[in-house]
């Protein structure tokens, strides 16, 4: 019998060592803009109860707050986004939020494709836009993959597939040890005002004889494909995005897409046909840039959302099921505690800018 166990030794050992070092790897993980909570969030939701899934990127999680699609309309969401996501990220996001819920429906965002986040600008500025697309997730042979797809040839995956070794010197936070945390923000989250705006006019802009460059087609091609292995109903959409002149042809690029996914059979909301009914203020409402939001407006896409999911999917309130008992206490601890500091954070933010209300 001791001579079995001592040639059990070594495997029980280095499995010892790939357990600890694994774990490691979670506790120094930087907090990779937003993306690391959002997912450490979603992996901590009881599998196959979320309802409605939003996929994107920073214009998505600061749009959407699921907590209130849930205090309104009972509907169970997330948004399953990253800070900066890839479009050819995106058939891996469906991938690995799709290993642990069963939504009825999936909604996209197409800033991605808008912004062309897998550009030279990003690609070039060190590796964190990389990372925040990798990172976030649990190792898994969907994130091996994941690295293998939207990596450039020249930049060594060892210390992605690995990354302790980009990691090892932060500080160890214990409370990520398992990779899940419960999240009320369900991946929301209230970004900063850092500039204000002067809106353009953009009457006289025709938007209709432009096409997506063949490499970003064949990206929208490669998540189409994705999506056609899934069960899930699929709604496109675009927040109501700012009009500055820079910004032209990231309008034309929706455009565009939501011409040829309509043309596919793909439903599409575009939000900036609402613009008004939303009641965007285009100096108050916006945050970073000109498809980044605040709290304030974030409500108001919130419920315009909701309103538009009731009237045209067939959702269960399930606000009343003892299984769900967990979100109206979570949606009691945001209206009672969270929404007031995010109240705050924004009414602080606003006086630090001459002019803003």
Known sequence: MKDKLKYLEIPIFMIAVCWMLVHFTYCVRGDLSHSRDILTGYYAETDNTLDLVMVGTSSTFSAV????????????????????????????????????QDPKLVVIDVAPFMFRHYSERYLNKKQYFLRYNTDAYKLSKNRID?????????????????????YHN???????????????????????????FTEEDWSDESFSDYELPGKEKAFLDALLSELSEHDFEVLFFCGPYFRCEEKIEA????EWVQAYLEGKGYSFLNMDLYRDEIGIDPQLDYSLDYNHYNLESAEKITHFLGDYLC???????????????????DYEEWKNVLYPQEEE?????????????
């Open 251 to 254: 309008a034309k690029r929706e």
């Open 170 to 196: 932060n500080e160890i936070l214990p409370e990520y040890f398992n990779w899940e945390k419960h999240s009320v923000y369900k991946g929301y989250n209230n970004l900063g005002i850092q500039v204000s």
């Open 311 to 329: 009237r045209n999917y067939d959702f269960e309130n399930k606000s009343s099921l003892k299984e769900y008992s967990g979100w109206n206490e």
């Open 345 to 357: 954070r924004l009414r602080e933010w606003r006086e630090s800018f001459t002019g803003l209300r």
């Open 146 to 166: 994941l690295i293998n797809a939207i990596l450039p040839g020249d930049v060594p995956k060892l210390y992605y597939y690995l990354d302790f070794m980009f």
């Open 65 to 100: 707050i699921p907590i209130e699609l849930w205090g309104e309309y009972g509907i169970p969401s997330y948004d399953f986004c990253n800070n900066v996501m890839f479009e050819n990220t995106m058939p891996y996001a469906i991938r690995e939020m799709d290993k642990t």
